[in-house]
């Protein structure tokens, strides 16, 4: 049974970010699958990630369809009174449904939802359907016990008190949704086993909200934010009263920062997960058992992916096997050998079967990261070289460090000078050992202070070898992010802001899922996927600022190439 953590709060106050991203600090911070329920599906894992848009290996309840299509409508008639408050309750029961099947059918440890369907309705309802009572009368305010009463009726069929009645809105429409989504056995209306709400000034949300640049919805106004604030504070009040537990956490939004907000909401769930006793396992990197090549005869494969994808570029993979880069990639998985095949390769001068290898979509996104890698690193370095006595570069994984030689050799053909003061620290596994020589070699053709470490950079032995060298003044972490156990990329990225000069800058990049990804998933390779807002947001939790993050994209928008600064810099 998943733990369902609920993030509820006012228009405004940032529980959609958080939502999206405490799914993936739990998983990395607690080894353990989370999943995320709201206008997008995740599923994270401590080594691999099992769902995301667009990529979907166990399929996708079709309540998780309904909702987005729910959302979308209620967006549209977010004006009409009439309409807007059942739409919007569609869409958060079918998402309710949805974070409780994909809990169950990913195997998920925990499941946080954008809002909740009950909490939501009782928070909100005041702004659609309040005023008279039945009889005429102006309606009295609810009070704490109305609400615990609605949480018997709505959970369990309990009648409302007469008092409460007279106090509250009719749910009678509500009361036989809920009795019938009990009878048929639907999962859309249920108490989460945690609360977090997050708690702002109407003022300071309503301010966020206009600067969005969007169209207000009808309710995000200061008189019905300030009313849903009052009831939510009740509510969460009365779900204390009803469940007789403690289970819901109020975080002071004010003006902390996004990764603040996810520290505090991290270590209020923390101790829920752990009285649940949950356990959590890493297996390996990359992939297990067979090789890809003999694992690519199963029916998965065949059938959904590479018939369901065949005109998304599945139908180049068979012809790998007549590819000697092909074959050699079914060797060697994503190897330093590989991606050097994949740079330097022209597709239009190779013959048709490799030209299958290159244009798969996978590799022209690696290709286009090169490109983007060089035009983002040249200016940078020329800068410092011009401005700076010393300039220290550190890059793992590096594979043969194309994004760093290309850029410096490009600048020593016009300023040779500038070599002198270029410190160059590398670091890789180097399994085939044809890394160190070639790259010392080119180093020392330009002129540069090089060094070559060979090593897991996650280790702390061999990071304490890198930190000799620093603080650096450019980082790359590049190729690894998809790769690389969460927990332990959470650490890199960590101790790389550590050692980062305050106006030192990091590249990093990440892959977004597609119809590779599925593919990869069914031959075993074990990969983590982020839209580049997520993974802006873990670079943000792991100390750098989300507010100097810029983003570039390939031309497929698979591969994204983010470039971030320490957040201590903000700070000072």
Known sequence: MSLKVAVVGIDGSGKSTLARSLP??????????????????WVFGPDQDHLAPGFHPRGLPIAARLSRQCRRL????????????????????????????IGRRYGCDVVVSDCNLVLSAMGRAGNYRRGA?????????????????????????????????????????????????????????????VVLFLDVEPEVALDRIKGRQSELD????????????????????????????????VIEVGGAEPREML??????????????????????????????????????????????????????????????????????????????VIYDHDTPSVGPIDRAFLGYPLHRAVADRLGILTRTIEPELL???????????????????YDLFQPLESIAARRPELMAKVELVAADLDPHGVLAAELTARALRLGIDFRFIVGDITTPSIRCEFSRSG????????????????????????????????????????????????????????????????????LDYCGFDAGSTTIQSGRDAINHVLV???????RA
């Open 383 to 401: 800068d410092r070289l011009e401005t700076q006595s010393r300039v220290r570069i550190f890059t793992a994984p590096s594979g043969f460090c």
């Open 24 to 41: 993936m600090a739990l998983a990395a911070e607690m080894n353990l699958v989370a999943g995320a329920a709201g206008d997008e599906f």
């Open 133 to 193: 009572t039945h009889n005429g009368a102006p309606r009295e305010r609810s009070t704490v016990d109305d609400l615990r009463g609605v949480f018997s009726y709505l959970i369990d069929g309990r009648p409302l008190s007469p008092e409460s009645e007279e106090r509250l809105p009719s749910l009678s429409a509500a009361g036989w949704v809920a009795g019938l989504a009990r009878v048929l056995g639907f999962d859309g209306v249920w108490v989460p086993d």
């Open 564 to 570: 971030t600064r320490p957040a201590a810099l903000r």
């Open 471 to 538: 603080p650096y003044d450019l980082a790359l972490f590049v190729g690894l992010s998809s790769w690389l156990p969460r927990a332990q990329a959470v650490g890199h990225l960590r101790w790389l802001a550590a050692n980062l000069r305050p106006d030192g800058l990091l590249v990093s990049d990440c892959f977004t899922a597609a119809a590779y990804s599925l593919g990869g998933r069914y031959i075993g390779y074990r990969a983590h996927y982020y839209t580049p807002r997520l993974y802006a947001s873990l």
């Open 263 to 340: 520290e505090l909401a991290l270590e209020a769930v923390r101790p829920h997960v752990e009285s649940q006793q949950l356990q959590a396992t890493t297996d390996v990197l990359g992939t297990a058992g067979p090789a890809p090549a003999r694992k690519v005869l199963n029916a998965r494969y065949l059938v959904r992916y590479l018939l369901g994808k065949f005109f998304q570029g599945a139908w180049r993979e068979p012809l790998f096997l007549l590819s000697p880069m092909g074959r050699r990639l079914l060797k060697e998985g994503y190897s330093a050998g590989v991606m050097r």
């Open 74 to 101: 209620a967006k549209r008639f977010t004006g009409d009174v009439r309409l807007y408050p059942y739409l919007k309750l569609a869409h958060l029961m079918f998402q309710d449904d949805a974070a409780v099947s």
């Open 218 to 249: 009808r309710h995000e106004n200061l008189a019905d934010m300030t009313r849903a604030r009052e009831t939510y504070l009740k509510a969460l009040t009365a779900l204390e009263a009803y469940t007789g537990r403690a289970c819901t956490h």
